[in-house]
């Protein structure tokens, strides 16, 4: 079904799909590829404001020699953080004695208390980071954590009785991820809409330009084929001016009907000279003979025998004049009407041989009828008696004196088949299927030569059939198949 397709719509089907997930997957791409990069971005800032609000916690414990709970709130609602804590053990901060009393004691075992009261994510990850002192950077659904270790400097040691670099603390610091989100979602949307206004902008060019440059010069040459494959070889067609395949192929095809029109002219005026010849030819032989009749006639020195044999002798050139004249119209004009009615097959057959008989018996030619059939059929008597008489005037032109043509008929099956058999030369086998060209003579006969050809058209046009087996020095059988119905 798809073989059946306009090229139009093959395209259409083929590669406007493969366009499309073209464009969706490049766009899909895009969009991971921004997502990626907002996301990147999205870290870096989060990993700078962490470290800003590590380094203001840091300057608040060495300028107060504390983190209250008031500037832990104040840093988390001016940066925009939805949570802030600290995680240390007290035990392993060795605060110097100066800063050991029970309000900071308990306030830090708060803190701690708080810390340990978290989810498992900030319980596993946070003791992870104050064990080893690695930062980490977790994202859990719309929000971003940051686990930011204190190791101790050398402003640390003030009131840390600890080696440098020991973590004293880690700041737990999460802040939400919505409007990153939100401007990838708009991105998203963004980019896919940009993608499908760019998918339909780009398949209506195309339409236009396949259209414009591809499709209407096709249908010009379509026509064109059309009307020069029905004889219209007079046909004007445009002819592109592009230098592109299509318009190479217009000129190319104008080239070839001009040609062609010139070798159609060429074979006609040929064509129209061989047949001229060969009429004048086949006219010829029977206008002599009505010419030699009416001469010795008019010389008046016959006795009425002669006079009789010269004027039967004039009657059947004329007889055979007219009869190749009527072939002559009948196969050029190609108006071949039939008349299909019930017709007695015995009697079809005793027709033709009265029609035949004279002529075969002047050649000395034996004619045998062998009626196989006792019964009607629906066709053309005429058309059919003409054609079997054609084609046994044919065969006569391959048997020698003394020869013999039979005439029989039988049914098989459905089917009526009328033999014509005959004992001459044959037909070479080379020009078994010439037999019914017209204007095609193998032998010198009388005739035209379109009497096989036309026989043909008469019995094809009742719907039956011609078959020809011939073989040379032993005869030829010609079987006419005709169907039982009409």
């Known amino acids: 079904m798809f073989r059946n397709l306009r090229l139009s719509t093959k395209l259409l089907i083929t590669f406007v799909p493969i366009f499309i997930i073209a464009i969706a997957v490049s766009g899909d ?31 608040q414990m060495v300028e107060n020699q504390q983190v209250k709970d008031e500037f832990l709130d104040r840093i988390q609602h001016v940066a925009g953080l939805t949570n802030l804590y ?42 992870e980071v104050l064990a ?40 737990h610091i999460e802040f939400p991820l919505t409007d990153v989100l939100s401007s990838i979602k ?83 005026m040929s064509t129209v000279g061989q047949v001229a010849s060969s009429l004048i030819h086949d006219f010829r032989s029977p206008m002599k003979d009505i010419l030699s009749a009416i001469d010795q006639i008019q010389r008046g020195q016959l006795d009425e025998e002669k006079k009789m044999h010269a004027c039967e002798s004039a009657r059947s050139a004329v007889q055979l004049v007219n009869k190749m004249t009527q072939d002559l119209f009948d196969y050029t004009t190609g108006e071949l009407k039939v ?24 050649e000395n030619i034996i004619f045998e009828v062998a009626a196989g059939y006792d019964g009607t059929i629906i066709l053309d008597p005429d058309r059919t ?5 054609n084609i046994i005037a044919y065969a006569q032109n391959y048997v020698a004196k003394g020869g013999m043509i039979r005439l029989s008929d039988e049914i098989t099956g459905n089917e009526l088949i009328i033999k014509i058999t005959d004992n001459g030369s044959g ?40 078959q020809v087996a011939s073989q040379e020095g032993k005869g030829s059988t010609y079987s006419i198949v005709m169907p039982m119905v009409g």
Not at 38 to 44: E, F, G, P, S, T
């Open 29 to 59: 791409v895009n969009i991971a590829f921004q997502e990626d990069l907002i996301q990147k971005q999205a870290l870096q800032s989060a990993g700078q404001k962490a470290q800003i609000v590590r380094e203001a916690l840091v300057n």
């Open 86 to 127: 600290i995680r240390m053990t007290p035990a392993d901060l060795h605060l110097r004695e100066f800063l050991e009393d029970t309000t900071r004691t308990t306030r830090l075992m708060k803190r701690e208390q708080f810390a340990n009261s978290k989810d498992e994510i900030d319980l596993q990850y946070g003791k």
């Open 132 to 171: 080893t002192g690695e930062q980490k950077w977790l994202r859990t659904g719309d929000n971003f954590r940051a686990m930011i270790p204190f190791k101790a400097e050398k402003k640390c040691l003030a009131c840390h009785e600890v080696p440098m670099n020991q973590t004293l603390g880690v700041a």
């Open 186 to 268: 708009e991105s998203s949307i963004r980019s896919g809409m940009i993608s499908i206004g760019f998918s339909f902008f780009s398949i209506l060019l195309g339409f236009i330009f396949y259209r414009t440059l591809i499709q209407k010069p096709i249908r010009k040459l379509e026509t064109a084929a059309d009307e020069i494959g029905k004889g219209n070889l007079n046909y004007e067609m445009e002819i592109s001016g592009a230098k592109d395949e299509l318009g190479n192929l217009s000129r190319t095809f104008n080239q070839m009907k001009n040609a062609l029109k010139q070798s159609q002219e060429t074979v006609r």
């Open 339 to 362: 008349d299909k009615r019930l017709t007695n097959v015995p009697q079809l057959l005793r027709a033709i041989s009265s029609e035949v008989k004279p002529d075969l018996d002047r």
């Open 385 to 389: 008696k003409r054609a079997l008489v």
């Open 427 to 466: 037909i070479p086998g080379a020009f078994t299927e010439k037999i019914f060209e017209p204007f095609v003579k193998i032998v010198k006969g009388k005739g035209v030569g379109i009497e096989m050809a036309l026989a043909k058209r008469m019995i094809e046009k009742q719907g039956g059939k011609i």
